[in-house]
């Protein structure tokens, strides 16, 4: 397995799929369709962070819980791109998701298969492996969903290991999870919700800008650093204690969705590596995905170009 000494990222995966994009002209529910092209990618949300950090030139290290069957896929992914490879093997084949990539509208069907049945062994060589890793200072991106067979409190626990050690962890992740590691009253450093998951988080709709400030704020005052509020071809808000941005381009041509939320977190990781404010910090968080959007895969465009978009982000302080 590949591996660096010296991460300046680590991203870790308990729930990681084997991607296959299917692209059609149109998606049409209950017919019979020829696909335009097929492509199988190895994914989850943090092997899709690490592959956009590695592009971009961070030394970035990856962990998890990869089934053994089917491992081939991502460790020959790692190898290539440079990727520290840390993640524990269990028996069992690592879950395949089907993406229907839609071109005449630009919009991505997901259909997620179940996971890896993961023994409490299992995640306790995770959580092994993941404090060897760490460095204070430094972010670590708990990225997905959890597999079934661990409980709701699996980041939680994993979160609070890593605040212990210094630690800044940068969460991306949804549902009872989510709810769970919010509660907690962790001093997590960064989530990136979409709406829904931010409604979902505090229990309400949020419509207007205003109502999505609102809500980060009560995230914030729970002991998140940074609340990243992605809103699709809207950019996205960086909301901290002191200050709240907006930041978007204008839209582009879509090949796939997949993966483009993971990408807005790699940006945002980037800047962290970097020591950047948090302008730059959102400009290259909606750049990221920018670039991603015309790719299949967990792959950044070249770097020349992500700047230029960065550049062309256009970022607002207004009043919310």
């Known amino acids: 397995m590949t591996d660096i000494a010296h991460p300046l990222a680590v991203t870790v995966t308990l729930n990681p799929a084997i991607d296959l994009t299917v692209t059609l002209d149109r998606f049409v529910v209950g017919t019979v369709q020829r696909a335009r092209a097929a492509l199988s990618n190895v994914g989850g949300k943090g ?3 690490a592959g956009c950090l590695a592009d971009w030139g961070v030394p970035v290290a990856a962990t998890g819980i990869l089934g053994r069957a089917n491992d081939d896929g991502f460790t020959e992914f790692f190898a290539a791109k440079g990727i520290g490879d840390r993640f524990v093997r269990t028996a069992g084949e690592t879950r395949t998701n089907i993406k229907i990539a839609n071109l005449a509208n630009g919009e991505t069907t997901d259909i997620n298969l179940p996971g890896l049945e ?13 404090l060897r890793s760490v460095v204070p200072g430094r972010p670590v991106v708990l990225a997905g969903s959890v597999p079934e067979s661990l409980p709701d409190d699996a980041w939680t626990v994993l979160a609070e290991d890593l605040v212990k050690h210094g630690a800044r962890v940068v969460v ?8 769970r590691l919010l509660s907690s009253g962790l001093a997590i450093h960064a989530v990136k919700p979409n709406r829904h998951e931010l409604e979902s988080a505090v229990g309400r709709s949020l419509a207007r800008r205003e109502d999505l400030v609102e809500a980060a704020r009560m995230l ?14 809207e950019g996205a808000l ?8 907006a930041a978007k381009l204008p839209p582009k041509t879509v090949v796939s969705t997949v993966g483009a939320g993971d990408s807005m977190v790699a940006g945002l990781v980037a800047g962290l590596v970097e020591g950047a404010d948090l302008e730059r910090i959102a400009r290259l968080a909606v750049a990221f995905p920018a670039s991603k959007l015309d790719r299949i895969g967990p792959h950044l465009g070249p770097k020349a170009d992500v700047e230029k978009l960065a550049d062309a982000v256009e970022v607002t302080s207004p009043v919310a």
Do not use: C, H, K, Q
Request: hydrophobic share 55%; net charge negative; aromatic share 4%.
């Open 47 to 49: 092997v899709n962070v």
């Open 118 to 130: 993961i023994s409490e062994g299992t995640f306790d060589a995770v959580r092994a492996a993941l």
């Open 172 to 179: 991306d992740t949804s549902g009872a999870p989510l709810a």
């Open 220 to 233: 914030i005052a729970r002991g998140i650093g940074l609340v990243v509020v992605s809103l699709g071809e």
């Open 238 to 245: 960086f909301v901290t204690a002191e200050r709240m941005l």
